[in-house]
């Protein structure tokens, strides 16, 4: 699930970015960008221009240009790149502002805030050729790729659950939303299941509840069961209100395959317990030994979109996969507000017609209308599994 782009020549030089979003994440993504050989900081913006030189004064660079307008202050100082971190209801709107301004966008997860938005953005990277990566930090862990390893030594994969029970008292917005694990939340673990079973959702049925002394307005729990691709079930199970005996804030891990069963607490080395084959012989983990190393979180995506640009290597987050996950959260809110099962391919096809109903921009719509193959969406051809049609002259 990936598309060419343009990638930019390594001349020497550190690729000039713009960080636009200076809130608490913001300044997270200061300290990768400050942290990293590979980029420069060369502006911030925000709506709050206060909120920017705020940012820019935190890291000794209070003369650092500052803006409102992303292709605006990107043209004036010469940015080569956006990092995107404001708040989801941005995120469509600036990542196609730095799309059509000729710049590659690495956003913060979700890709956006409805899997609608995310189609559009899909068609605007299509369109201006240019990379639009999701940063899904938490793949970019040591241990899960160590876990990932270790997996392949299982045989076939089926059964994997993830177990996510953490107390935090946030305040504020959090605390009055509908769906706050799922929403804000869960993504982690959905899109660290598709890494880890290297299989896309196909179905989810999905029980959201609220624990009798949850602090929370809306649910604050939930036990999800996905279908995947490859045959597999994952059953994520969390509460956002359960002190005591907390899990990682990557979650508790068990993966089973044919010949064996892999453990990952979330934060320490995982384990693979792996039985006899059927002719005797032991069957070891698979590369266990040889796990690269990603990176760790926000600065592991930061060195993967640069290396993605310079060398043209889709990366793990590159819009066209990175859909699926915020499709499978959205699949299990449907999920558990209609008591229904809900197939992945039926929630693409409503959040494609949206997207077509919704879409502002001619040239978008037109990438969108050539996603529909007699009447219907095509996930395979909009999201990269099949050759992209000709596209079609819109007549407006
Ligand atoms: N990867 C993770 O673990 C992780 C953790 C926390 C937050 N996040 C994500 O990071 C993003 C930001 O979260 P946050 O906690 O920093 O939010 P925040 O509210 O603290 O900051 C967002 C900033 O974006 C600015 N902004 C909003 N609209 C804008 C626009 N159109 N143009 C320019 N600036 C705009 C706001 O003024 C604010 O300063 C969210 O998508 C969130 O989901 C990810």
Redesign the pocket.
């Known amino acids: 699930m990936s598309r060419p782009f343009a990638t930019i020549d390594d001349d020497g030089a550190p690729l000039k970015v713009l960080l636009?979003?200076?809130?608490?994440?913001?300044?997270?993504w200061l300290g990768a960008v400050q942290a990293s050989p590979l980029v420069e900081l060369c502006g911030i913006?925000?709506?709050?221009l206060e909120?920017?030189r705020a940012s820019a004064a935190s890291i000794g660079k209070p003369d650092l240009p500052v803006g409102?307008?992303?292709a605006q202050l990107a043209s004036d100082v010469g940015a080569q790149a956006v990092i995107n971190?404001?708040?989801?209801?941005?995120?469509h709107?600036?990542s196609t502002e730095a799309l059509f301004a000729g710049l590659p966008v690495l956003?913060?997860?979700?890709v956006a805030s409805t899997v609608a938005q995310g189609l559009s953005l899909v068609a605007a990277a299509e369109l201006t050729g240019q990379l639009f990566m999701v940063?899904?930090?938490?793949r970019y862990n040591r241990d899960l790729f160590a876990a990932k390893a270790l997996a392949g030594g299982l045989g076939r994969l089926g059964i994997l659950s993830a177990d996510f029970f953490k107390a935090p008292h946030f305040g504020g917005f959090r605390d009055q939303m509908d769906h706050p694990l799922l929403l804000?939340m869960a993504i982690?673990q959905f899109d660290m299941a598709r890494f880890l079973l290297d299989a896309d959702p196909v179905s989810v049925f999905c029980e959201e509840y609220n624990p009798a002394w949850s602090w929370y307005g809306g649910d604050a729990a939930a036990v999800a069961s996905f279908e995947m691709s490859g045959g597999e079930r994952f059953v994520f199970n969390g509460s956002w209100c359960s002190p005591g005996q907390e899990t990682s804030w990557n979650a508790a891990w068990r993966l089973g395959g044919e010949h064996g069963t892999v453990l990952w607490d979330g934060d320490n080395t995982p384990t693979a317990t792996v039985s006899p084959a059927m002719d005797g012989a032991a069957v070891t983990p698979a590369g266990a030994a040889v796990v690269k190393d990603p990176g760790s979180?926000?600065h592991g995506s930061l060195r993967e979109f640069v290396s993605a640009l310079r060398t043209g290597t889709p990366p793990m987050g590159q819009v066209h996969g990175n859909i699926l996950s915020l499709a499978m959260v959205e699949a299990a809110i449907e999920s558990a507000a209609t008591g229904q099962r809900v197939r992945i391919d039926a929630l693409l096809e409503r959040a494609y017609r949206e997207a077509v109903r919704e879409e502002k921009r001619p040239d978008v719509a037109a990438v969108l209308d050539s996603w529909s193959i007699d009447g219907a969406f095509s996930a395979a051809v909009a999201l990269g599994t099949a050759p992209a049609p000709a596209m079609p002259s819109r007549v407006s």
């Open positions: 636009v979003g200076a809130g608490a994440m913001g300044h997270t913006v925000d709506l709050d909120a920017a409102r307008g992303t971190v404001t708040v989801p209801a941005a995120h709107p600036v956003g913060e997860k979700p940063s899904q930090s938490r804000d982690h979180e926000v």
